[in-house]
T-cell receptor, first 111, second 114 residues
Framework: KQEVTQIPAALSVPEGENLVLNCSFT??????LQWFRQDPGKGLTSLLL?????REQTSGRLNASLDKSSGRSTLYIAASQPGDSATYLC??????????FGTGTRLKVLA | DAGVTQSPTHLIKTRGQQVTLRCSPK?????VSWYQQALGQGPQFIFQ???????QRGNFPDRFSGHQFPNYSSELNVNALLLGDSALYLC???FGQGSLDEQYFGPGTRLTVT
């Protein structure tokens, strides 16, 4: 049974800092992995999707990496801004059609 | 492009009642998935609809049922509501035949059961 863990659960950093969010999964037989952002009480915004054959994806200040063999993905945020404050969720799709989500990392960027 | 839309935004129901939530997928998408998100938790997969049929189901009781229409929009029905059904219900759409399978989420429906 696939389980997804995100550490840390919460993170508070000063503006401008580079930071790394972690996502671990127990079953390395994944189809793809997707990172999302969620603002309080809102839906999820897709940030990056990494297919199982890829090692990383980049979008602006965001970079996501995938290491299937170790069951890990990281989301790197460069030069953090207060507007980056949100909960970041990773989700893994295995051989079925459903995505398994972690519980998220709550990020607060202080001005 | 309207993106994924959901209605209603908020809903308050009483225990034992039934509720129907609605979702319209992003333009060009033919697959709809439903998730339940309790406060402070990650979304939990309920089921996915493709070609008007339930293609995959998560660990939810039969009180949770759904439907997909020919225009790819979808409904989630929950019968005999329990207090524990209070949550944010999220709809996600994707293109079912593509290898990318990127999920796009709607704003959600906040259901409160009293």
């Amino acid at each position: 049974k696939q389980e997804v863990t995100q550490i840390p659960a919460a993170l508070s950093v000063p503006e401008g800092e580079n930071l790394v969010l972690n996502c671990s999964f127990t079953d390395s037989a994944i189809y793809n992995l997707q990172w999302f952002r969620q603002d309080p009480g809102k839906g999820l915004t897709s940030l990056l999707l990494i297919q199982s054959s890829q090692r990383e994806q980049t979008s602006g200040r965001l970079n996501a990496s995938l290491d299937k063999s170790s069951g890990r993905s990281t989301l790197y945020i460069a030069a953090s801004q207060p507007g980056d404050s949100a909960t970041y969720l990773c989700a893994v799709r295995g051989g079925t059609y459903k995505y398994i989500f972690g519980t998220g990392t709550r990020l607060k960027v202080l001005a | 492009d309207a993106g994924v839309t959901q209605s209603p935004t908020h809903l308050i129901k009483t225990r034992g009642q039934q509720v129907t939530l609605r979702c319209s997928p992003k333009s060009g998408h033919d697959t709809v998935s439903w998730y339940q998100q309790a406060l402070g938790q990650g979304p939990q997969f309920i089921f996915q609809y493709y070609e008007e049929e339930e293609r995959q189901r998560g660990n939810f009781p039969d009180r949770f049922s759904g439907h997909q229409f020919p225009n790819y929009s979808s409904e989630l029905n929950v019968n005999a509501l329990l207090l524990g059904d209070s949550a944010l219900y999220l709809c996600a759409s994707s293109f079912g035949q593509g290898s990318l399978d990127e999920q796009y989420f709607g704003p959600g429906t906040r259901l409160t059961v009293t």
